[in-house]
């Protein structure tokens, strides 16, 4: 009898070690995509034979998306909903950084709020994706890009920011805005 129930807990706990083991794992798994900031990607996203992503990206408005948080006029749009700074309430950057929100573990060292609207904002967090081989292996489609958290943004990643919500906002026709912050890859000479 006694044999038996060392027997049975010993299962128990085999069991139980197990099923935590594989809880943690897929814990870390989630985990492992983090947010490296714009630096991460302009190491590879810089050159004109790229397509200088990273040039356009920082002479576009997306990049002056935290900074605008302290201009006289955000000060005005602040003050008539009785915030007293824009560039650090909720409200207002939850729209205006990327990855507003998100736990601080999750964000590297080179992550720099004042970076605002920034890639991963809408290409998704590049920890996972960041690697040349895997960049390579996506664009010729031979990996799929959403496994390792590259999202190609669609309307619905824009319209999460661009909508009725923002203070300021303006009709968001996705064709006509996308060519204004567009950042296509040269087309290769063969
Ligand atoms: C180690 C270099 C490297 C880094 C770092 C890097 N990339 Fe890339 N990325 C590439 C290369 C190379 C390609 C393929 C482009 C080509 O074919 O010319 C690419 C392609 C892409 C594509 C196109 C995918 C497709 O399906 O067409 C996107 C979007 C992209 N990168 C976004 C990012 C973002 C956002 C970051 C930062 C989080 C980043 N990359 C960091 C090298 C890099
Ligand atoms: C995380 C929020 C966020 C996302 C996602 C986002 N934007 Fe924006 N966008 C902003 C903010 C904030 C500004 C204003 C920045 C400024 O004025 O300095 C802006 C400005 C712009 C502008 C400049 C013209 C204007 O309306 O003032 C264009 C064009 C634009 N975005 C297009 C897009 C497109 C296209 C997408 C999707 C592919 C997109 N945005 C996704 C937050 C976002
Ligand atoms: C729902 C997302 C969202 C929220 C919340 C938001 N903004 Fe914006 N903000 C935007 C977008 C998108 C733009 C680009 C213009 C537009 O709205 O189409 C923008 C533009 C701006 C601009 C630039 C002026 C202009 O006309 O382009 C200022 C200043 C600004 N916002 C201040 C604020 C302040 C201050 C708050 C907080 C009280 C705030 N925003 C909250 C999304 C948001
Ligand atoms: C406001 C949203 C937004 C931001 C910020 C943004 N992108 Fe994009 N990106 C897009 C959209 C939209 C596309 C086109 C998606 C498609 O073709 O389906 C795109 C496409 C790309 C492509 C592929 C181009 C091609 O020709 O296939 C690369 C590479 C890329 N982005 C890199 C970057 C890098 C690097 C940054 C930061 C420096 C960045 N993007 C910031 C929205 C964004």
Not at 33 to 53: D, F, L, P, R
Request: aromatic share 6%; net charge positive; hydrophobic share 35%.
């Amino acid at each position: 009898m006694l044999k038996q129930t060392s027997l049975l807990l010993a299962v128990v706990f085999v069991t139980g070690l197990f099923c935590s083991v594989v809880a943690q794992e897929k814990e870390g798994n989630e985990k492992a995509m983090t947010y490296g900031g714009v630096a991460t990607c302009k190491a590879c996203h810089m050159t004109k034979k790229s397509g200088a992503q990273y040039k356009l990206w920082k002479a576009g408005p997306h990049a002056k998306a935290f900074a605008v948080l302290k201009s006289p006029e955000a000060m005005e749009i602040a003050k008539a909903k009785g915030i007293e700074d824009p560039a650090t309430a909720d409200a207002c950057l939850k729209c205006h950084v990327t990855a507003h929100g998100v736990s601080a573990s999750l964000k590297g060292k080179k992550f720099k709020v004042s970076d605002g609207v920034g890639c991963e904002s809408c290409h998704g967090p590049g920890s996972a994706y960041k690697g040349k081989k895997v960049m390579v292996a996506i664009t010729a489609g031979e990996a799929d890009g959403a496994k390792y958290g590259l999202v190609m943004p669609t309307e619905e990643v824009c319209i999460a920011c661009h909508n009725e919500e923002s203070p300021t906002y303006k009709e968001f026709d996705f064709k006509k805005r996308v060519v204004e912050i567009a950042h296509p890859v040269p087309k290769k000479e063969s």
